[in-house]
């Protein structure tokens, strides 16, 4: 099975994952590409697609892209400058999803936090300390813990994660089972 991981990144912080879990794919055939780089072929059995959070969803390079795969096993991840655990993360990821399970068998997500650019942080300050994305003391305050993230243990579970989908994957073909479609 060829593996491929695609990813778009603002900050950095998905391009890590990206690198992170395409480092620990026990994968023979892999390959990794940055979407800044162009849509690659979609030549690889499982497809590992990686972005950064805008408005709830996918970029929107990604998200135009996620919407040409077809006839693929997926994997979906996303890095947010916001909690990993809160429904506001989930519902990104699932935005996400939505974009490939129809045309897809979905083999899972993960969902990390990351780091907010700078460009971003100074966007946000200049509009004033009210509203959701404000320069608010708790929003500062948050920005400042989530500039080291995705942590090495963040980036390990996402590798995990992936490399436990793909074993199942290949246990369940071996023994003549379909794999079971994630639902996000």
């Not at 991981?5 to 890590?16: A, D, E, K, N």
């Not at 690198?19 to 497809?47: F, M, N, T």
């Amino acid at each position: 099975m060829k593996v491929q991981v695609i990813y778009s990144s603002l900050s950095g912080c998905t391009r890590r994952v990206a690198e992170g879990i395409y480092s620990a794919l026990q994968a023979q055939d892999k390959s990794l590409h940055d979407l800044a780089q162009g849509d690659p072929a979609l030549d690889g059995d499982i497809v590992l697609i990686g972005y950064w959070v805008d408005q709830g969803g996918p970029n929107t390079q990604m998200k135009t892209f996620m919407e040409k795969v077809e006839g693929k096993k997926v994997g979906v991840f996303c890095t947010l400058a916001y909690w990993a655990d809160s429904s506001h993360a989930y519902q990104s990821l699932a935005n996400g999803a939505a974009l490939v399970k129809e045309k897809n068998v979905l083999l899972g997500g993960y969902v990390c936090n990351g780091t907010i650019s700078q460009a971003m942080i100074d966007r946000f300050r200049s509009m004033g300390s009210t509203g959701p994305h404000s320069a608010s003391p708790e929003n500062e305050a948050r920005w400042e813990l989530m500039k080291d993230h995705p942590t090495p243990c963040e980036i390990a579970l996402a590798a995990e994660r992936f490399n436990e989908r793909l074993a199942l994957l290949e246990r369940m073909t071996k023994q003549g089972l379909v794999y079971p479609a994630i639902n996000l």
